[in-house]
């Protein structure tokens, strides 16, 4: 059974740092391109930043330049390091796992919350 678990969202000034880690169990994930996304209230969700298995990088405009998405194959880990966080940044944050093959299949996980005010 896969499980996402994430950790280190919170409460952060603006032009604060987080550091979100999402670690998955019960399956092998490095051929998955691995994610996050966020939601605010009353909005869609949309991602953030992913990375594929082979270390290619994709960031929402937004957050581009601020935010920095990695991955530890290892410890089927993924982070995203947030810097000079803004109030508009505020939303649940949810990491994915999106499986390729055979079918593509999406796993996520609870969600953390990351509050950006003063």
């Known amino acids: 059974q896969v499980q996402l678990v994430e950790s280190g969202g919170g409460l952060v000034q603006p032009g604060g740092s987080l550091r979100l880690s999402c670690v998955a169990s019960?399956?092998?994930?490095?051929?998955?391109?691995m994610g996050w996304y966020r939601q605010a209230p009353g909005s869609h969700r949309e991602l953030v930043a992913s990375i594929t298995s082979g270390g290619s990088t994709n960031y929402a405009g937004s957050v581009k330049g601020r935010f920095t998405i990695s991955r530890d194959n290892v410890r089927n880990t993924v982070y995203l390091q947030m810097n000079s966080l803004k109030p508009e940044d505020t939303a649940v944050y949810y990491c994915n796992f999106h499986r390729l093959v055979p079918v593509e299949y999406d796993y996520w996980g609870q969600g953390t919350q990351v509050t950006v005010s003063s």
């Open positions: 019960g399956s092998s994930f490095r051929s998955y391109v």
